[in-house]
């Protein structure tokens, strides 16, 4: 899958749209637990380098609707830190953040108006059921997906914007605000393929387990479980999770799955034992998102570890742009 298509379907180019997609020459991902940056040249398609440092335990405890960040100065040094390892970022900055943080939806609507601020409002009241505070409270964009006479398909991302204004202000005013926000698993699609069939992602972070859908050029499901504990008490979960989201594209979606692909970025790692119940579960080999990313190949050793196992977003970002 490449942005060009993902664009497409995501409607980042579209004739509808509330949000571009930029690409980033630096990237900065915050996660409960640690934090990772890269330094991107998109026009080359290369990861020039990579770096993650640990959080302090309780510095940041993701919440759609809470405040997520407990302890700001820990959090600023910490991407200070990671900044210091992979160097000083380029114009462009890119942020991305916990999926928990984001609600997004797929929506059904038989029009939409041409008015931005009409459909926005529209968009908007729709969204109120899908999110645990006010409404008027959420940063939203949207963009159009599927569009047929009578039948209008919207995907819909909204942060609560209290909530995204502690990790912009987490950055420390790195390079100036950021040009792209995205969650996590939003960065990971682009290494998806292009197969015919049905294309299920299960991205585990911590704290967290999102299942998304892609199928017929078309994202058709997303959802994010948080998970409380550790992976090991949380590994009966994760599989009845995956099992859920399974029957929902056999059952509901009417979607045959062709590919199961799995990315973990855990501090702890969660070992075989994960993926192992994941595959029994649902009845099919898991396949690891390309820790060959060739991009990345001239990176050192040390700083390449670091790429494939908290890295994968930022090969997403630089992965078959047009």
Known sequence: MNWSKLKKRLGF????????????????????????AARLNPSKRIVRSVGMSEL?????????????????????????????????????????????????????????????????????????????????EARLTFQVVAKQPGSVEVLVVAVRSSVLAEYEAGLGGVNGPPALILPASVALLPLLSDGEGGQLLLHLCPGALTAVVVASNRLRYWRTRALDGDLEGNLSEVAREASRVMATCQDNLKVQVQNVWYCERTTAGAGP???????????????HLPANFLPAAGLPTGQRETFEHFGMPFAGLVANLS
């Open 13 to 36: 180019g579209g004739s509808f749209q509330t949000a571009r997609f930029v690409a980033p020459t630096f990237a900065v991902d915050v996660e409960p637990g640690y934090v990772a």
């Open 273 to 287: 034992a994960v993926s192992q119940a994941l595959a029994q579960t649902l009845g099919q080999k898991l396949q």
């Open 56 to 136: 302090p335990a309780g510095a940041l405890t993701p919440s759609a609707n809470k405040s997520n960040l407990a302890d700001l100065a820990a959090v600023r040094r910490t991407i200070a830190q990671v900044i210091a390892k992979v160097g000083s970022g380029g114009s462009r900055l890119g942020l991305l953040i916990p999926d928990v943080v984001a609600r997004i939806a797929l929506l059904q609507f038989e029009t939409l108006p041409d008015n931005l601020e009409d459909a926005h409002t529209l968009v908007l009241w729709r969204m109120r059921e899908f999110l645990p505070y006010p409404p008027e």
